[in-house]
């Protein structure tokens, strides 16, 4: 096997896509903190390539089989440091309101509490269709929050801050979901 074969088996791992989106999380915090043109366009990018990789680490999981313990656990922690880190900088930088991301990080936080729960008790805690939804919609402000410079006439601040609308409306109607589905697991 070359050298370029076992780079390619490596970097194709789910848990090597999960820790790089780990990795990601500081470059794109310190490219944000510089808020050029140039730092903005390359952080949106680092953000649009981690957020694709949360979609193959799951495919490619499921498909070959290669399901861990590590992966379960370490997968959803870099989706909510990756998506947590990315609105508290936008929120720092004055390109969307505080009082949203707490709303996004405290579903996030509580969610996270309750599917413990749910496994505690040996339910299912795979993500709805509302989950997707509402990560769809995260993903489509946090990228032009981060470029929030217009480019070619496009505004993409108030691109993103269209988004941002949908993203909190479906946090909470998913949270709500999850909460309402597990309420018999509560008390």
Known sequence: MTW??????VVLTPNF????????VPIIVVLLM???RITTVI???LFSLASITDYFDGYLARTRGLETKLGKILDPLADKLLVSSSLVMLVSLGF?????ACVIIGRELAVTGLRCVLIENGQDVAASWLGKYKVGFQIAAIIPLMLHYSYLGINFNGIGSFFLWGALIFTIWSGLDYFIKARKFLF
């Open 43 to 45: 952080a949106a990018a």
């Open 34 to 36: 510089s808020d050029s």
């Open 17 to 24: 896509m999960t820790v790089s989106r780990i990795i990601a």
């Open 96 to 100: 969307m309101p505080g009082w949203i």
């Open 4 to 9: 370029s074969q076992k780079l390619k088996e």
